[in-house]
């Protein structure tokens, strides 16, 4: 599975972006996709998942609200539409796909493969 991240970019607080992450090979229903986010010094932190099948959402509380995960199967892309943006939200943003249990959602090491990432700049 390769996965190629997109819709990046510099946007004023309040503001609203749509990331995309488009997904080539194979995948599996059973996946899950997720978005990530790794600020500069910080950890990588969890932002949201679905399963490619469908089903329930998760996301982070720092997010809840503000940012919707969804997809479209057909072109084996899934968005996070980003609204109400803050500088804290400034991040390197990445996809990833893996076989992971709704326990193990949030842990990063446990999903298989990631995108490049990309930037999102908020600027106050």
């Known amino acids: 599975v390769q996965l190629q991240a997109s819709g990046g970019g510099l946007v004023q607080a309040g503001g609203s972006l749509r990331l995309s992450c488009a997904a080539s090979?194979?995948?599996?229903?059973?996946?899950?996709v997720a978005w990530f986010r790794q600020a500069p010094g910080k950890e990588r932190e969890f932002v949201a998942v679905?399963?490619?099948?469908?089903?329930?959402?998760y996301y982070a509380d720092s997010v809840k609200g503000r940012f919707t995960i969804s997809r479209d199967n057909a072109k084996k892309t899934v968005y996070l539409y980003m609204r109400s943006l803050k500088p804290e939200d400034t991040a390197v943003y990445l996809c990833a796909v893996g076989l992971v249990y709704s326990g193990d959602y949030s842990r990063p090491e446990k999903y298989d493969y990631w995108g490049q990432g990309t930037l999102v700049t908020v600027s106050s």
């Open positions: 679905e399963r490619w099948s469908g089903g329930p959402t």
């Open positions: 090979g194979r995948t599996f229903s059973t996946y899950v």
